[in-house]
């Protein structure tokens, strides 16, 4: 588990990188182009594509939090275990989200 915990930070650290890259960009094209987003169709996709890309960065970036807090709980030796109710997290349920703070019951 300690092993998918690392290599899905690494995973969400290089995704981030590109994102960051990427939405940069974006914002560099849109800066040298004049572009009425409302009335010109490029504008629009312009548009839509930084704030999809603006949407996955801070998506990622949550993921990387909870990432860190699973490594906390490592730490602590409390990992593997609900913090809602203390109860034992299922292998199955830690192997599919390696993340997780919560057994299957209080998910829900």
């Known amino acids: 588990m300690l092993e998918a915990l690392h290599r899905e930070r690494e995973r969400l650290v ?5 994102l960051t890259h990427n939405h940069s960009a974006i914002v560099e094209a849109s800066d040298l182009v004049a572009v009425d987003d ?6 629009a996709t312009i548009a839509f594509e930084r704030a ?16 860190d807090a699973a490594q ?18 299922s292998p199955a349920r830690l192997a599919a989200l390696p993340s997780t703070p919560t057994c299957i019951a209080c998910a829900s």
């Open 14 to 18: 290089a995704q981030i990188g590109a």
């Open 52 to 67: 999809q890309v603006a949407a996955l960065l801070r998506d990622s970036r949550v993921l990387l939090a909870e990432l």
């Open 72 to 89: 906390a709980r490592v730490e602590d030796l409390s990992y593997g275990r609900c913090v809602s109710c203390g109860a034992p997290i």
């Open 38 to 43: 409302e009335h010109d169709p490029e504008g």
